[in-house]
T-cell receptor, first 113, second 110 residues
Framework: DSGVTQTPKHLITATGQRVTLRCSPR?????VYWYQQSLDQGLQFLIQYYNGEERAKGNILERFSAQQFPDLHSELNLSSLELGDSALYFC????????????FGPGTRLTVT | GESVGLHLPTLSVQEGDNSIINCAYS??????FIWYKQESGKGPQFIID?????DKRQGQRVTVLLNKTVKHLSLQIAATQPGDSAVYFCAETRGGKLIFGQGTELSVKP
């Protein structure tokens, strides 16, 4: 158990809908990272927050947004969902601002029908 | 459990043998190279890292080798065990981000 929690574990929704994925980092970790893992793209970095502020951005679509709250939990919002958004979404945390030693949660499997 | 389902390179080894998983990287400017392990139904787990100015680093039962001349990274697992069965990803740091490779699926035969 990495100490990172993600909810929900599974999510099934229809095209055009909006969903929110939630992540709680390890106790004391200030950085939260979001990744998308799909069949054709592998594990792709989406965005990083450090202590409430956006720190780095990857291949995140404009339909996607994220935020980190004062209690350090984070949410990833996915809107106008398309079939191609079906994937595993992972959250990871680390204690420092930019760390390659990241602790991953169990993921949220999103299925868009 | 759930699997990633990617068409990944696969490596099948006998329990007790040594495993070597290879990875090619593209960015000569990366500071660190890292190996992650992802078991079925779980998130990736950090295994070991190596700084770009090193050639070799050893951990517990694992060794990472870095050949900057040919931009090649390898992970050696000694005395492979059934619990080592997983997808292994190499990753490199780039602009503060982790860039993951496609992964290799290791299967350990009892």
């Amino acid at each position: 158990d990495s100490g990172v929690t993600q909810t929900p574990k599974h999510l099934i929704t229809a095209t055009g809908q909006r969903v929110t994925l939630r992540c709680s980092p390890r106790s004391g970790d200030l950085s939260v990272y979001w990744y998308q893992q799909s069949l054709d793209q592998g594990l792709q970095f989406l965005i990083q927050y450090y202590n409430g502020e956006e720190r780095a951005k990857g291949n995140i679509l404009e339909r996607f947004s994220a935020q980190q709250f004062p209690d350090l939990h984070s949410e990833l919002n996915l809107s106008s969902l398309e079939l191609g958004d079906s994937a595993l979404y992972f959250c990871a945390s680390s204690p420092r601002g930019s760390s390659y030693e990241q602790y991953f949660g169990p993921g949220t499997r999103l299925t868009v029908t | 459990g759930e699997s990633v389902g990617l068409h990944l390179p696969t490596l099948s080894v006998q329990e007790g043998d040594n495993s070597i998983i290879n990875c090619a990287y593209s960015n000569s400017a990366s500071d660190y190279f890292i190996w992650y392990k992802q078991e079925s139904g779980k998130g990736p787990q950090f295994i070991i890292d190596i700084r770009s100015n090193m050639d070799k680093r050893q951990g517990q039962r694992v060794t990472v080798l870095l050949n900057k001349t040919v931009k090649h990274l390898s992970l050696q697992i000694a005395a492979t065990q059934p619990g080592d069965s997983a997808v292994y990803f190499c990753a490199e740091t780039r602009g503060g981000k982790l860039i993951f490779g496609q992964g290799t699926e290791l299967s350990v035969k009892p």
